[in-house]
């Protein structure tokens, strides 16, 4: 516990029956918060002074941290489970999302872009990393203000009230002699001088916003869509920019080793090792069809891989290897993707069960701290926070003096965690909690959910509902 | 549409938005409901008589049936999730699971079902198959009342207000030349006379309540835990009582299949196959490592298959080949089983989840039905409800005339499945359903939950958590 005379600060204290706290839920500890939106110190309910907010029933956990995310992709939600080939595959699914993804204007983008971050906010979600690669018109024009659609999309972040790193996306080919697709225009900056000054220009702007609530990241799309020279050059602004998230799609697919090889002579991450890509600011995302000798490059480079389980089942991409990943020391995160679920809770336990499938065996990754019942499900819960702000150049994701407020609560007695002993908690929310016992959600020190909704939940499905009906009509 | 002119029973027809019924969602259909709990008519609006409920922004779906479910190991979620053992598998989880079932009395066990079934119903589930094998006291004595235990299990569904079928079970030893475990002695008939005239005994009592709401199948254990004489005796018995529910475990662990082999030279399918076992009454519980031929056998029978895919990815038991069983023309319906999550729609989603991590494809399961769009969905829906029913020998399932009025709501705002399409929606709701959405749930008419909550709650809540500190203190 922080000694409570040291800071004086505090203009509320959020007293719940048990907080997260340094890898366990402690009970009769008080959340000091300043009028700034941060933690002044974690205190013993004797020792509060000024106002208390008491939160009866309530556990109090650390906001969850969503690297890596597609909002727009919210509205393919249910529109792609069925079979359009005789050999259905991520390819083909690519296909429909391209007819969302071509047909939305600004103002759709930031109302689907809202529905998908309500619901991150609704569950627990405080901070988003937008992999954003719609810039241009459908036809490939650039519009008067060439990130029009990535404040489109910051702009619903800070309405609903999350925290968010827009990862300008690099996109300039289909793939490596691969005939361009009409369907690609829209994501398209096919020189790196384009993509640069347009994300600085969006960086400086942002910037002068609050860099505390939202920030900009680089991300080249993938091997298969930047050439070597182009990705040198996005790496080099980045450097100069100093530390700056930088995010790439790495070996989500058989296919994507199989043209890295053909076209460098390298599997992914050798290849991005040798080009100096991988830095502790790196983001590797997916990294699935990948080597024990990968991992140990991404981890000596202090690299990150973000798992995206739940789309990555959907997808048909496979097991992320978060074993082999775990025990070479890099940091996983976790990301809704492809949005068909927002739970980031299923991806953490999905992280550890996809691989009891694979070995039938239990507890298959590695634990660590030192609660060894819980350690599994504790280390689970810091990809979902502490290793996604890592990843997004986030500082919350964890509970401590100095961190932003930002955090959630759940219900002692939802049906779904209730009974649980102070001990096994953490391992009862990430292996079995349901969304019905997220509460509250305080971002910033601000309440954005209240009893499990929020604010502008009425008007955002409303919005949402008629653009669904004007995109699928017919 | 049934003819509205055609009945003249129904008491109260439920106007939803929207109404699953033969595989779509209708909207403007009414679901006419009798006295008796049963469902009169689907009728258009304009033609509705009497009183009329209006659920507004609200879809109705027939409730869902648990075919597979150990009320008791609610106890155990998220207290097993570590590792006890360098090779940690299913069978060092059950010595943990044995820990519980050893030590409750016959009121805990109450209070640990009824939370389980509580759950079960804000879960949307108005069914339950519940595979008893709590007999005795922990020293292997009968109690007074040789039923005491089942007939707990049986009080709890009452108390909640979902149907039940008591699946009693057999179970004589601990496998095939395996030493007697003492924490076995509590599921021990160890004779097929004691097991028939105890089931029997039962059976006659239970039907003199209410046959509608509850019933007896008889439930072998499993070829490891019932030697092929007693297996026979059962057999004979339910065949002599007519159409009631035979449930075993079948093939859960490559281990079962080896002892099978061992002791009778078949493989588990073949060897129930070979003693006429199989019958359109019986339901294999996981039928997780079978053979192409094995599934042929269980669908010339018309015999049922259970999956539990969230259980056996918690317990990496294998992935269920319901792919082979689909094409074979087998049911696959669905259970909860060791209750770490209760959400029978991530169940059905697992069903094709699992697959495409291991195929590395999309929509690997066929599809049927008349609606490609959404006939995967569709099929996976009727795994949760028409497959459960048939397993456990219920009526429900489906929203017919003549059928119990079992149904449960959804909120078409809910953040999870708001701006679907009504051609999507089922798709949707199986893909991507949070318990959130789901609002009333309606058991023969009558309303077991209201907004998201249940009459007793509060109570079953806090007799749970009770038994929680009791059981595992210190």
């Given at each position: 516990m922080t000694d409570p005379g040291k800071h004086n600060h505090a203009t509320v204290t959020y007293l719940p029956d048990l907080l997260y706290t340094g890898g366990r839920f402690e009970s009769g500890v008080g959340l000091a918060c300043d009028s700034g939106g941060r933690i002044v110190s974690l205190t013993r309910a004797a020792g509060i002074t000024g106002e208390i907010v008491r939160l009866n029933r309530r556990a109090v956990l650390p906001g969850m941290v969503n690297a890596h995310s597609h909002a727009f992709q919210r509205s393919l939600r249910g529109r792609t489970e069925y079979r359009t080939s005789s050999h259905d595959t991520f390819w083909t699914w690519r296909e429909m999302m391209y007819s969302a993804a071509t047909r939305l204007t600004p103002d759709d983008i930031r109302d689907v872009a809202r529905m998908a971050f309500l619901e991150m906010a609704l569950s627990g979600i405080t901070a988003v990393g937008e992999f954003h690669y719609l810039h241009r018109t459908a036809e490939g024009e650039p519009?008067?203000?060439?990130?029009?659609?990535?404040?489109?999309?910051?702009?619903?972040?800070?309405?609903?009230?999350?925290?968010?790193?827009?990862?300008?996306?690099?996109?300039?080919?289909?793939?490596?002699?691969?005939?361009?697709?009409?369907?690609?225009?829209?994501?398209?900056?096919?020189?790196?001088?384009?993509?640069?000054?347009?994300?600085?220009?969006?960086?400086?702007?942002?910037?002068?916003?609050?860099?505390?609530?939202?920030?900009?990241?680089?991300?080249?799309?993938?091997?298969?869509?930047?050439?070597?020279?182009?990705?040198?050059?996005?790496?080099?602004?980045?450097?100069?920019?100093?530390?700056?998230?930088?995010?790439?799609?790495?070996?989500?697919?058989?296919?994507?080793?199989?043209?890295?090889?053909?076209?460098?002579g390298q599997s992914p991450v050798e290849f991005l090792n040798h080009e100096d890509i991988l830095t502790e600011y790196f983001t590797g995302v997916h990294a699935i069809h990948i080597s024990e000798a990968e991992a140990r490059l991404l981890a000596n480079a202090r690299a990150t891989v973000c798992a995206c389980p739940t789309t990555e089942?959907?997808?048909?991409?496979?097991?992320?290897?978060?074993?082999?990943?775990?025990?070479?020391?890099?940091?996983?995160?976790?990301?809704?993707?492809?949005?068909?679920?927002?739970?980031?809770?299923?991806?953490?336990?999905?992280?550890?069960?996809?691989?009891?499938l694979k070995e039938l065996e239990r507890t298959v990754l590695p634990p660590s701290g030192d609660y060894p019942q819980t350690a599994l499900a504790a280390r689970?819960?810091?990809?979902?926070?502490?290793?996604?702000?890592?990843?997004?150049?986030?500082?919350?994701?964890?509970?401590?003096?100095?961190?932003?407020?930002?955090?959630?609560?759940?219900?002692?007695?939802?049906?779904?965690?209730?009974?649980?002993?102070?001990?096994?908690?953490?391992?009862?929310?990430?292996?079995?909690?349901?969304?019905?016992?997220?509460?509250?959600?305080?971002?910033?020190?601000?309440?954005?959910?209240?009893?499990?909704?929020?604010?502008?939940?009425?008007?955002?499905?409303?919005?949402?509902?008629?653009?669904?009906?004007?995109?699928?009509?017919?």
């Open positions: 519009y008067n203000d060439p990130n029009l659609l990535s404040k489109a999309v910051i702009g619903a972040a800070r309405e609903v009230g999350i925290r968010i790193v827009l990862l300008r996306v690099a996109y300039a080919r289909g793939g490596y002699r691969v005939e361009p697709n009409q369907r690609q225009l829209r994501f398209m900056e096919s020189d790196a001088e384009t993509y640069i000054r347009n994300t600085d220009a969006l960086r400086n702007e942002v910037n002068r916003w609050d860099a505390d609530t939202t920030w900009v990241g680089v991300a080249p799309h993938s091997i298969r869509a930047v050439p070597r020279e182009y990705l040198r050059q996005v790496a080099e602004y980045a450097a100069s920019m100093g530390r700056i998230p930088f995010h790439m799609h790495v070996a989500e697919q058989p296919a994507d080793v199989k043209s890295c090889i053909e076209e460098h089942r959907n997808l048909g991409d496979g097991i992320v290897p978060a074993h082999v990943l775990f025990n070479a020391g890099v940091p996983v995160a976790l990301g809704t993707d492809s949005q068909i679920q927002i739970d980031l809770l299923e991806d953490a336990r999905e992280l550890e069960y996809h691989l009891r689970l819960f810091d990809c979902a926070t502490i290793n996604g702000a890592r990843s997004i150049g986030a500082e919350s994701g964890r509970l401590s003096p100095g961190s932003p407020a930002d955090f959630f609560t759940v219900d002692l007695d939802d049906a779904s965690i209730a009974g649980a002993a102070v001990a096994d908690l953490i391992s009862v929310v990430v292996f079995g909690l349901s969304r019905t016992a997220i509460k509250d959600v305080f971002v910033g020190g601000k309440q954005i959910v209240s009893e499990g909704r929020h604010a502008h939940q009425e008007e955002t499905v409303t919005k949402f509902a008629s653009l669904q009906k004007k995109l699928w009509a017919g």
